[in-house]
């Protein structure tokens, strides 16, 4: 596990950073907030938003304040020069990737293509 701040270009927003100090702050989430690159979802790959307790050895810890953010060294390249940010608007709340590497994404922001 590497801890790094704003490491490979990959950055939290600060309305991000706040929502997971906020999910963090109990301790009942876990330690870090982890984001994945997985393939699958209509596009090609998908993004993946979880806790863990503990972070894993070829984990990148990046760090804003209190938040945490875990992401393993397979999944950092698809986020390079990315940023993880929270939205809120009339249809709901959650985290979206601003990927500046995806050529195309479905409608609802969670699949993408490079």
């Known amino acids: ?14 309305a991000a950073k706040a929502q997971i100090e906020n999910l963090l702050l109990s301790g009942e989430n876990g330690k870090y907030f982890r984001l994945a690159v ?3 979802g209509c596009s090609g790959f998908e993004y993946e938003f ?3 307790q503990n972070a894993n050895e070829d984990d990148i810890i990046i760090e804003n304040g209190d938040a945490k953010v875990a992401v393993d060294l397979v999944s950092l390249p698809f986020l390079e020069n990315a940023k993880l940010d929270w939205k809120v608007d009339l249809i709901g709340s959650t985290f979206r990737v ?3 590497n995806a050529k195309s994404s479905c409608g609802c922001g969670m699949s993408f293509s490079v």
């Open 50 to 52: 979880g806790f863990a």
């Open 38 to 40: 997985n393939g699958g």
């Open 98 to 100: 601003i990927n500046p």
């Open 1 to 14: 596990m590497t801890e790094q701040n704003a490491t490979h270009n990959f950055s939290i927003t600060e």
